[in-house]
């Protein structure tokens, strides 16, 4: 049988990972968890390429950063006894530093070993860097929404003030059914991405997952979002009234019509 060209990937993955299983003790299950996410990241970003259809060679590059764009997870777990980046250790740049001191992108040329180390340092980014190449920032954009679409998913699973595993992103923020920030309700509004360091109350954090679909590119990921119903579910989690109802609204038709239109892959 002929080997994916994944394969050697796959073998390296799989021995980092097993290494910080045995390190990881009672928190094995958060690297495992990871190992999970990884695994419905590169389902999603092979349907958008399946979509694009670029060619041989972009698809690996994007198969290979996507399958590895989390290596630094598990030192940060182990590390820092966190997921969370404002902790000090930044998994993006600390995967790249992994694959590249590691020799573990070997099989492939300059050019393409480059491109994955960039996706890897870069996806984890609040917005998508200036100058990078056209294929780069394309590919970059293919690994950003399938992790964005998992990461909508694992936040809806622990958005609950009581949720024990939930604290990676949602740390430092004030649950209160009521309560929005004015500065993020304005960003919302005019459907622009929220910086973090604006979130204070839970509606802001629901309202930053709101507003990544200004930040999503290709067809499949507004209609993953729409048939799986995971993107109605976060704005029910907003109240059913006043401003909040209102942008939820606005979301709602947006959504549709990004599902019909798409957008701008390279946007």
């Known amino acids: 049988m002929t080997q994916s060209p994944l394969h050697p990937y796959e073998q390296w993955f799989h021995g980092h990972v097993d290494r910080y299983l045995a390190l990881a003790g009672e928190d094995a299950f958060m690297v495992e968890r990871k190992v999970r996410h990884t695994r419905r990241v590169l389902a999603h970003a092979r349907a958008i390429l399946k979509e694009i259809k670029p060619g041989a060679t972009f698809s690996h590059v994007v198969e290979v950063a996507t399958l590895l764009h989390d290596v630094g997870r598990f030192p940060q777990l182990v590390d820092q006894g966190t997921y969370?980046?404002?902790?000090?250790?930044?998994?993006?740049?600390?995967?790249?530093?992994i694959l590249e001191s590691q020799g573990v992108l070997a099989p492939l040329d300059e050019v393409d070993r480059r491109r994955v180390l960039d996706l890897v340092r870069y996806h984890n980014r609040a917005v998508v860097p200036e100058g990078l190449?056209?294929?780069?920032?394309?590919?970059?954009?293919?690994?950003?929404?399938?992790?964005?679409?998992?990461?909508?998913?694992?936040?809806?699973?622990?958005?609950?003030?009581?949720?024990?595993?939930g604290k990676a992103l949602k740390a430092g923020v004030v649950w209160h059914d009521a309560e929005v920030?004015?500065?993020?309700?304005?960003?919302?509004?005019?459907?622009?991405?929220?910086?973090?360091?604006?979130?204070?109350?839970?509606?802001?954090?629901?309202?930053?997952l709101c507003c990544w679909l200004y930040d999503l590119h290709f067809r499949y990921s507004f209609r993953h979002l729409l048939s799986s119903g995971r993107f109605e579910e976060l704005l029910g989690r907003l109240p059913d009234h006043g401003p909040l109802a209102e942008l939820a609204d606005m979301f709602r038709e947006d959504l549709e019509r990004l599902a019909e239109e798409g957008a701008d892959p390279l946007s």
């Open 84 to 97: 969370d980046d404002r902790a000090g250790f930044n998994h993006a740049e600390a995967g790249a530093e």
């Open 133 to 165: 190449d056209p294929d780069t920032r394309l590919g970059l954009h293919v690994v950003r929404n399938a992790d964005k679409l998992d990461a909508i998913r694992n936040n809806l699973k622990y958005l609950n003030p009581a949720a024990p595993h």
């Open 181 to 208: 920030s004015p500065a993020v309700l304005e960003r919302a509004r005019n459907r622009q991405l929220i910086p973090f360091a604006d979130i204070r109350w839970s509606n802001d954090f629901i309202l930053f």
